[in-house]
């Protein structure tokens, strides 16, 4: 009888659309063609009624032949959906601000947690209802910038709801999800037999009427399951986030690349995933498969784990997922970017691929080694179960700070004091992190705090020396090549300090010291190479170091200083050499006359 249901949601679906493309509101309620889609006619923006219908018409039909026991969460979730269906109605309309569209969201939000929804597998309500809203409206608008493409948010949004069906019959009973998702289901399937057509272009788009209720119902199938659980298993946290993987990497690629432009993130544009793929030379049906066969087997492990529950195989999957989704991101984000003809993907990101699991490694020895020193044997059995549950919460507080903090850009050959900072602050932000999440979720009774700490000085050694081993075998290497030139610089200032660093990156060279005339400056440490004297210290400098060349970086300097220097490398046979930095900006200086 709930597949009875279902199929109405179908009919429903199909049928309101029909009519609505048959009535005078198709030519009223119509999207010009756009930038942001390939749309090139005037098309109706009516799948929203469908999808609405569809939705309303499964559900109400299994609470009245008695299949769907009628309850407060059923009542929220299809009021939210109501309210955010009438606001993008009047968006797609009126074209409304975006705090107006802002607003709807937090009230349907709003609605649904008031219902009964909830995030119960964090112990404090100031925290759970917070993360609650924040994630109703984070994927409500996840669905709204992912409707760029024909038939790509209905597809993403039937294969979640279809999982999440699966999941309602098999893991986490609940009826209420079993007929909402398989009436949204459904109601997509009809609505994509509008937008998704063999021959010509789409019939009918869904509008932000359409694409926010997609977005807001399966965000609220998350908190129906799994997060309405109190036991957070990995396999329990991670479920709706991977059945919902590919609206949230896009989101989070359009919204980093946007901000990073100086764009609203609001504001349409050919940057999403789905029109990366088509410059990759996809076409829009093939990219269309693509992204729906990701989700549909990130979707398939994430029921996997569900089933297996073992946080061993879900913590070993989901690394390899997420070193493979990071792949992903980094190849759409070049996709500007000039690369030779036959390289392959996987020579272009091996290395980010390798510091992914090299880092999972790293970060889960790090926390096993903080637990075994504070533990007595291997621990109580609370305290085995609260390592367990905070180990992948620790997993993804460190990748989601090592990516922004720049982790995963840097050409650790040439790092710095900079990047050892990054490596620092990335480790401790992410610790507070997951012990507050951690924290938040459950008392930890007997479970030592200080793991943590010793935790955070752990990862910061292991990942520290993991970016950083490169630069020092490369310098300790250079030191076995036999003989390197020896150069004494004369010049503290800017362009010696840049010069040094240049040097540093140049096998084969090796930096004695610093001549200069600033008093302030003698006998101390520039970048840890010594400034050994002034100009008038040159001889005995000279005598010293025993250079191979001396390179001059200051010749504007006043010419007695400058003499003396050239008569003492004269003395002492050292060859003598001004480096002059330039900077013409007329191109006929370079080229000639070939640009006349």
């Not at 299809?78 to 969201?105: N, S, T």
């Not at 993987?245 to 100086?262: C, S």
């Not at 993130?265 to 076409?283: E, F, T």
């Not at 480790?427 to 507070?432: G, I, Q």
Request: hydrophobic share 55%; proline share 4%; charged share 20%.
């Amino acid at each position: 009888m709930i597949a009875l249901a279902a199929i109405a949601a179908l009919a429903a679906s199909y049928a309101v659309i029909t009519a609505a493309l048959r009535s005078p509101l198709a030519r009223r309620l119509a999207a010009a063609p756009q930038d942001d889609r390939w749309n090139e006619r005037a098309t109706p923006l009516v799948g929203g009624l469908g999808i609405v219908a569809g939705l309303a018409a499964g559900s109400l039909l299994a609470v009245g032949i008695g299949e769907l026991e009628p309850s407060s969460e059923l009542w929220g979730v299809l009021a939210g959906c109501g309210l955010l269906f009438l606001a993008g109605f009047a968006d797609d309309l009126f074209a409304l601000p975006a705090w107006a569209k802002l607003g709807a969201q937090v009230g349907a939000a709003a609605i649904a947690l008031s219902s009964g929804l909830t995030v119960e597998l964090v112990a404090s309500d100031w925290i759970a209802v917070p993360l609650g809203a924040l994630w109703l409206v984070g994927m409500t608008n996840a669905f709204n910038l992912l409707d760029n493409m024909d038939g790509l948010a209905a597809t993403l949004a039937a294969i979640a709801a279809g999982y999440f069906a699966l999941d309602a019959v098999t893991v986490h009973p609940n009826d209420t999800v079993l007929v909402l998702a398989l009436s949204l289901a459904l109601a997509c399937v009809g609505f994509l037999r509008f937008n998704l057509r063999l021959r010509g272009g789409a019939a009918a788009f869904m509008g932000d009427s359409g694409s926010q209720v997609l977005g807001f119902a399966v965000a609220c199938f998350g908190l129906l399951t799994s997060y309405k659980v109190a036991g957070s298993t990995a396999a329990t946290l991670l479920l709706p986030i991977l059945i919902l993987a590919v609206p949230i990497l896009d989101t989070t690629l359009v919204t980093v690349v946007r901000l990073l432009e100086g764009r609203p993130i609001h504001q349409g544009g050919r940057d999403h995933a789905s029109h990366r793929l088509v410059y990759h030379g996809l076409s829009e049906r093939r990219s269309l498969v693509l992204l729906a066969l990701v989700a549909a087997g990130l979707g398939g492990t994430s029921f996997a784990y569900s089933v297996l529950n073992n946080t061993l195989i879900t913590l070993f999957g989901v690394l390899v997922t997420f070193a493979l989704l990071v792949q992903f991101a980094s190849f759409l984000s070049d996709v500007d970017r000039d690369r030779p003809v036959g390289t392959s993907f996987l020579a272009l990101h091996r290395r980010r691929f390798v510091e992914v699991v090299v880092d999972f490694a790293l970060i889960t020895a790090a926390f096993l080694a903080a637990y075994l020193l504070s533990v007595e044997d291997r621990g109580t059995i609370n305290q085995r179960f609260i390592f367990t549950t905070a180990l992948p919460i620790l997993l993804a507080a460190r990748y989601l700070a090592f990516i922004p903090f720049g982790l995963y850009r840097g050409v650790w050959r040439y790092a710095g004091a900079r990047d050892a900072g990054a490596v620092a602050a990335a480790v401790v932000a992410s610790e507070f992190v997951a012990f507050g999440v951690l924290a938040a979720m459950r008392d930890l009774g007997d479970f030592p705090k200080s793991v943590f700490v010793i935790d955070a000085l752990i990862c910061l050694v292991l990942v520290g020396a993991s970016r950083f081993w490169e630069r020092a075998a490369a310098r300790g290497l250079s030191s076995f090549r036999g003989v390197r030139r020896r150069t004494l610089i004369v010049g503290a200032g800017r362009g010696g300090r840049s010069l040094l660093r240049e040097l540093r990156e140049t096998p084969g060279e090796q930096v004695v010291g610093f001549v200069d005339d600033d008093p302030r400056l003698r006998r101390r440490r520039l970048q840890g190479v010594p400034v050994l004297g002034g100009t008038d210290d040159i001889a005995r400098v000279l005598e010293r170091t025993e250079p191979d060349v001396v390179l001059v970086t200051i010749p504007n300097a006043e010419r007695e200083r400058l003499d003396t220097v050239v008569a003492a490398c004269n003395e002492a046979d050292v060859p003598c050499k001004f480096v002059r930095r330039e900077v013409d900006l007329d191109p006929r200086v370079v080229l000639g006359s070939a640009t006349e």
